[in-house]
């Protein structure tokens, strides 16, 4: 399903008959667009959450999608790729489900957190492990700045590409771009804006620029 077609099934709904009275007719298209953002974006969180519950990730499986990058400035086993998009920020870097090589897709790289560089490379297992691994660095915004890479390091031979699957959020999106929603989660993106959208706070048409008379 396109972004676009998710926007048009939510409004359609609200404006239609089987809308509900309270809600039809009250809300522009741009302000429902993003109330589908933050609902969808909170039901990909309640799923992180069940799955640290149960200790099985692969139920963020079907929300993600897998983009081949190459790897740039590859010298010694160090290089980066720049993301196509912001990942999800979910707990544990949990927005990159995985990396691993185009080639081969036993070969993954492990995440480690950017602060516990300093550890491993004071540990003899820092240098003595061969297990390639990744971290993200997000970097300020502006022209010219590549704001979201992935550094790698200890690349194996041979490895020039990598295969990123990864949640994109919602608001990233292009309109006209596939979004993944696993079957029947659209109904739950649905009731979730209507709660959204019923806590919405009532428009203001009280003119404070008019003189207390």
């Not at 997000?138 to 949640?167: F, R, W, Y």
Request: aromatic share 8%.
């Amino acid at each position: 399903m396109r972004k676009i077609e998710l926007i048009e099934l939510v409004s359609d709904y609200l404006n239609g008959g089987d809308g509900p009275d309270d809600l039809k007719g009250r809300f522009h298209d741009q302000v429902i667009k993003k109330h589908i953002e933050a609902a969808f974006n909170g039901i990909v969180f309640k799923t992180y959450m069940e799955g640290k519950q149960y200790a099985d990730y692969s139920v963020l499986d079907s929300w993600a999608r897998n983009y081949s990058l190459t790897i740039q400035a590859l010298v010694t086993g160090k290089g980066h790729v720049r993301l196509p998009y912001p990942p999800m920020q979910l707990p544990n870097n949990m927005g990159i489900l995985q990396v691993a090589s185009s080639k081969d897709l036993s070969l993954v790289f492990a995440y480690r957190e950017t602060n516990s560089n300093a550890v491993f490379a004071a540990l003899e297992v820092g240098t003595v492990s061969t297990k390639p691994f990744f971290y993200l660095e997000q970097n300020a915004t502006g022209s010219g700045i590549e704001t979201h890479v992935l550094q790698l390091e200890k690349v194996p031979d041979g490895c020039t590409e990598v295969k990123v699957k990864m949640i994109v959020p919602l608001e990233v999106v292009d309109d006209f771009d596939q979004v993944m929603i696993p079957a029947g989660k659209e109904d739950m993106i649905i009731a979730q804006v209507m709660d959204l959208l019923r806590t919405k706070p009532p428009e203001d048409n009280v003119n404070d620029n008019k003189a207390s008379r």
